[in-house]
């Protein structure tokens, strides 16, 4: 039986998917990890912990978050 995607989830159920790491990541693994999903979904899960939760966005989600990003929107968030 498949294991329902959800948000939360143990990344460790999402079988088969291959995580991709930005080329920003820092030695020390402050970083996240991205993999599309065979619905079409999009999961995130923290490299320092690739067994814990994921979540889980569409890609209308992860689509406005790019946008904000390119944008500058959450530039208020690292400075």
Not at 9 to 25: C, E, F, I, Q, R
Not at 33 to 46: P, S, T
């Amino acid at each position: 039986m498949a294991t329902k995607v959800h948000n939360g989830m143990s990344a460790a159920d999402l079988n088969g998917v291959t995580w991709t790491k930005s080329s920003y990541s820092d030695a020390i693994g402050n970083c996240v990890e991205f993999a599309v999903l065979g619905g079409g979904e999009i999961a995130m899960r923290n490299s320092r912990f690739p067994d814990g939760p994921a979540l889980v966005y569409t890609r209308a989600e992860m689509a406005a978050f790019v946008a904000g990003a390119r944008d500058g929107e959450f530039d208020d968030l690292v400075d």
